[in-house]
């Protein structure tokens, strides 16, 4: 850690720093100015090299020294550069002649290298060319007022175990020597390049241009230091393995050097350590887009900043082994660890995590893999005396690990951390080979299968970053039904998300050809537009379900709005993969028993949830109010009235006046029917109903147990759904002698449906007196009356609009926010 100087100086008041990405050609390095003209008086511009620049340079001192051929490559990076300078400042004469002597001095170098003439210093400085050659363009560009500064001059490190060092007294020598013969004014640096403590050229190692900015922003004693990336800032982990990754606001330097040093990439291990000897703000920016605010890393976290979540960031280091020395001698006995922990420094091995039972029977510690052998050599060499007398008995290695860390400030005097990470890797199956925890908690490190780690990374984000009641939704169906629940989401969705944890991401939607996946989420507004025309792909069902089960969001709920059986076939598998199911279908719940019982099964292993009130009385709390009735131990002694809001609508509108053909394609018109009007003139429909109640009463009944009268003359049964429609007129003589047959007695038509406790069940057009209740009923409305125990001689009775898109989606939509509102914990977000 660099010490503090005596004073303050403030030599420059900004810092910025661009990586290769920011300087990519000719067209970016021109977009610098701007960034750079935030109306601090004095600001130093710290450069990388051109993206690639750096690579193709190590490539071509390799090719050197092994005597290969690097012309090629030096031509072409000669070229490019020397393009970007006419690009940037084409009548700038001494921009390119300062490039072509760079690239001579690189050839002679190379030159040297092939002969023989190798040295650290002449790789470093063919490898640090590419700052050298960059901030001149950066200058060209910037204009006129600004100084260039070859951080050779000033800043003289030195080798060390932890990484470069910085000899800051000699530096700060070195500077204010450069400085005097600088006038003040704005500088452009290099970054990546130094002196070593013998006046040689050296670097600050792969990526220190981050590490460079830091340390001249401490020696010019700077306000603040903006590292210019292509990112939006620090986020939550990488969203390259977890797509819900959030950008963080903030962060402490214990922070951001605790995710650097477990792999976050977006900065240098080293970076903190100049900038929080003076507590110099560093703050992350994308150059791509400088309106996002991005992170600032600060000397502590703002105040409430941890209820966002306790854990900060989550990163995976892979490529890692356990290596774990047991002995029963080892119990009680001191000095045991301080002698592995000796004989892996003595053999270079750098240890990630350390863990110990309070037992101390085993010692166990995380190293690279490739450090993993030589590491266990030096181990049995040290214990060769207690392996030979028995004090210590094996060096056990365990290959293949990776290593997850959860980081942040907030989780210090935080209970219930590690319960939450450890329950989401729990629920992710994955199994934790080690644990560490430093007194500071600031960091939780598990040691985990390699195999494992995306997983483990993404259950352990969804379990600190999403909400607990995030869920990943896929719709079946967007037809009448599915069309308006899609228009409600739309409206709804916004507000639910402000005022609740409950957070549905629409990621799927399919129809009975195509689908569309997203990684995030799809609009319910433009979900339809996503499958039109030939949008998404064509329908798999099994990977529509295993996308909607994504492994990084933590419930998963399948909306099937379609009236198909192929679809309620797959119920009792998705039920028994953990998605909840929620659906207007009927086919489940009427159909075959088997798979009923399949589906009932399903749900009592894995607690996936079938919401299906929808498939009775549409919006009505018909099978709730049922369900209810049976679980506070009421017994249903009959059901009856009237079940379908569509023959509703029809006996209440047909009064003689209009054909009931017209008045059968008007209720298709008006979405009331089933895509198959057969359905429900055929009775049908209701029988499904009749089933779907009686099952959830206790009755084992199926369709073919309900005595169902049709409306579908016999030669119309079989022909197809078209056919039907243009030959809808042969229903109108039978119906209107039927109708006049009970108008001449006084009453009226009605279709009913009953069952009673011994499993009787009928549906069917009866004719009724004008006092009777069914005869007091509007449009499509259902009524439904429940003779129980408690409601013996006065029914219990729902009614209300049985029909229709609007009513029908809403009980879906209803059935939807029940789940997910069950799924949340009554204890807050993170308590
Ligand atoms: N319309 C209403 O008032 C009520 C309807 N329902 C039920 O709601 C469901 C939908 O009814 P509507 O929206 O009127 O039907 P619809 O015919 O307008 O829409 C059905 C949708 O399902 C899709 N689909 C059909 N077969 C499919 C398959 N094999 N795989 C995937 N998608 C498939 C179609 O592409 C279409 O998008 C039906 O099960 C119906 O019984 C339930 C209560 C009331
Ligand atoms: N077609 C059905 C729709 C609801 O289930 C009906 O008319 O009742």
């Not at 018109?669 to 099952?695: F, H, M, N």
Request: charged share 20%.
């Amino acid at each position: 850690m660099p010490s503090a100087p005596p004073a303050s100086e403030h030599l420059v008041r900004h810092v910025h720093k661009f990586g290769g990405s920011s300087l990519a050609d000719a067209t970016r390095i021109l977009s610098l100015p701007p960034l750079v003209a935030d109306g601090a008086a004095s600001t130093l511009v710290v450069v990388s090299a051109m993206h690639g620049t750096t690579n193709a340079l190590v490539a071509m001192a390799d090719e050197a020294v092994a005597k290969g051929d690097w012309r090629a490559a030096w031509q072409a990076l000669r070229a490019r550069h020397l393009d970007a300078a006419a690009a940037i400042a084409a009548d700038n004469a001494a921009l390119h002649d300062a490039l072509v002597a760079d690239f001579d001095a690189l050839r002679e170098d190379l030159e040297a290298l092939t002969a023989g003439d190798a040295g650290d210093a002449r790789i470093a400085r063919v490898h640090g060319l590419g700052e050298i050659a960059s901030s001149r363009l950066v200058q060209a560009a910037l204009g006129d007022g600004w100084a260039r500064l070859d951080a050779r001059d000033v800043l003289v490190v030195h080798p060390g175990e932890m990484g470069v060092g910085v000899e800051w007294e000699a530096s700060r020598t070195k500077l204010a020597a450069w400085r005097a013969t600088h006038p003040p004014q704005r500088i452009v640096a290099t970054g990546f390049i130094a002196r070593g403590r013998d006046g040689n050229d050296t670097t600050l190692g792969r990526n220190g241009s981050d590490y460079s900015a830091a340390i001249l922003a401490h020696l010019f004693d700077a306000d603040e230091l903006t590292i210019w990336t292509d990112v939006d800032g620090v986020l939550s982990a990488d969203p390259r393995l977890v797509p819900d990754a959030t950008v963080l606001p903030t962060m402490s330097y214990a922070e951001a050097w605790e995710l650097a040093y477990f792999g976050a990439k977006v900065l240098h291990p080293q970076t903190m350590a100049p900038v929080q000897a003076r507590g110099i703000p560093l703050r992350i920016r994308n150059t791509l887009d400088p309106s996002v605010p991005g992170t600032w890393i600060l000397p502590e976290n703002p105040e409430g900043d941890a209820e966002l979540s306790p854990v900060k960031g989550l990163t995976i280091v892979r490529d890692m082994a356990v290596l774990e020395l047991v002995g029963n001698g080892m119990v009680g006995v001191p000095g045991t660890a301080e002698k592995l922990f000796a004989a892996l420094h003595g053999a270079g091995v750098s240890v990630t995590m350390i863990s110990q039972g309070s037992s101390e029977h085993s010692i166990c510690c995380v190293v690279r893999a490739s450090q993993v052998e030589p590491a266990r050599a030096a181990v049995e060499q040290a214990f060769a005396d207690a392996f030979a007398d028995g004090r210590t008995q094996a060096v056990e290695v365990t290959p293949d690990i990776a290593v997850l860390a959860a980081v942040g400030d907030g989780m210090v005097g935080f209970p219930g951390v590690a319960a939450r990470l450890f329950g989401a890797l729990a629920q992710a199956r994955v199994n934790i080979r080690a644990i560490a925890q430093g007194a500071s908690e600031r960091n939780i490190s598990v040691a985990i299968a390699e195999t494992d780690a995306t997983r483990a990374l993404r259950a352990a984000h969804s379990a600190f970053w999403l909400s607990p009641q995030t869920v990943s939704v896929g719709m079946i169906g967007p037809g009448n039904v599915g069309r308006t629940l899609l228009a409600q989401l739309a409206a709804v969705l916004p507000g639910l998300r402000s005022r609740s944890q409950v957070d549905l991401r629409l990621r799927a939607i399919a129809n009975s050809k195509r689908m569309a996946l997203d990684h995030f989420a799809i609009e319910p507004g433009d979900a339809i537009a996503r499958l039109h025309p030939e949008g998404g792909e064509p329908l798999d069902l099994d990977a529509f379900a295993a996308h909607v089960r994504a492994g990084h969001i933590p419930h998963a709920l399948i909306i099937d709005c379609s009236a198909s059986d192929a679809t309620a076939q797959k119920y009792p598998g998705w039920i028994a993969a953990g998605i909840h199911v929620v659906t207007p279908n009927k086919h489940a719940g009427s159909g075959a028993w088997t798979r009923y019982s399949a589906l009932r099964e399903a749900q009592r292993h894995s607690g996936a949830k079938f919401g299906y009130e929808a498939t009775v009385g549409a919006g009505l709390p018909v099978i709730l109010t049922l369900r209810n009735l049976i679980d506070t131990g009421d017994t249903l002694h009959a059901v009856d009235g009237m079940l379908s809001g569509t023959l509703a609508w029809l006996f209440n509108s047909y009064d003689g006046s209009r054909p009931f053909s017209e008045l059968v394609r008007e209720a298709r018109g008006l979405g009331y029917t089933e895509p198959d009007p057969r359905d429900d003139l055929s009775g049908l429909d209701v029988a499904r109903k009749l089933v779907i109640l009686a099952r959830e009463a206790g009755l084992q009944l199926s369709l073919e147990d309900v005595d169902v009268e049709s409306l579908v003359p016999e030669a119309l049964q079989d022909v197809g759904v078209e056919e039907f429609l243009a030959r809808l007129d042969e229903l109108d003589a039978p119906m209107d002698a039927r109708l006049r047959e009970a108008q001449s007695k006084g009453l009226g038509l009605r279709h009913l449906a009953r069952l009673t406790r011994d499993g009787k069940a009928t549906v069917g057009v009866v004719a009724l007196p004008a006092e009777h209740a069914c005869r007091h009923t509007r449009l499509t409305d259902n009524l439904v009356q429940f003779t129980t125990d408690r409601y013996a001689s006065n029914p219990l009775v729902v009614q209300g609009p049985g029909a229709g898109p609007d009513v029908t989606a809403a009980g879906v939509f209803g059935d939807v926010l029940a789940i997910a509102n069950a799924l949340g914990s009554s204890e807050g977000r993170y308590a």
